[in-house]
């Protein structure tokens, strides 16, 4: 597996992301980036490849992994604005209690929410 991320620039998320994983996919596979399709679910893959890619960017930075077997990842700055309300919509009664506990509960809202994306890109599902 393969991940690396670099600041936006002068540039959207999606087009830093994008352009990332076509250097990425040069450098370790040799070959020019394939076509990418979407399932009806909204998973990008590769169209004709054996190789499974995931992105994210936040406002500052674009990431990207690359591996043989389906991955996700997902990234937030830190200092992004979240409503702490939204604990009770998305998060199961286990996270729910270790949030309520936590010392810092923005960060640890943000860390449930990029973990749950994470696992919705690399399932195909989305965020549960």
């Known amino acids: 597996m393969f991940l690396e991320g670099r600041a ?9 992301g994008r352009a990332l ?3 990425m996919y040069r450098r370790y596979v040799g070959e020019e980036l394939p076509s990418i399709r979407v399932t009806e679910r909204g998973k990008p893959y590769f169209e004709n490849s054996p190789w499974f890619f995931s992105i994210s960017h936040s406002k500052r930075h674009a990431f990207c992994a690359l591996s043989r077997k389906p991955i996700g990842i997902d990234a937030e ?38 973990l749950k994306e994470a696992a919705g890109k690399c399932t195909g599902e989305g965020l549960q």
């Open 77 to 114: 700055e830190l200092d992004r604005d979240i409503r702490l309300s939204l604990a009770e919509k998305f998060l199961s009664p286990g996270e729910l209690k270790q949030f309520q506990s936590a010392p810092d509960k923005k960060r640890a809202l943000l860390t449930f929410w990029v």
């Open 21 to 23: 994983l076509a250097e």
């Open 8 to 16: 936006i620039g002068d540039t959207t998320g999606h087009q830093a």
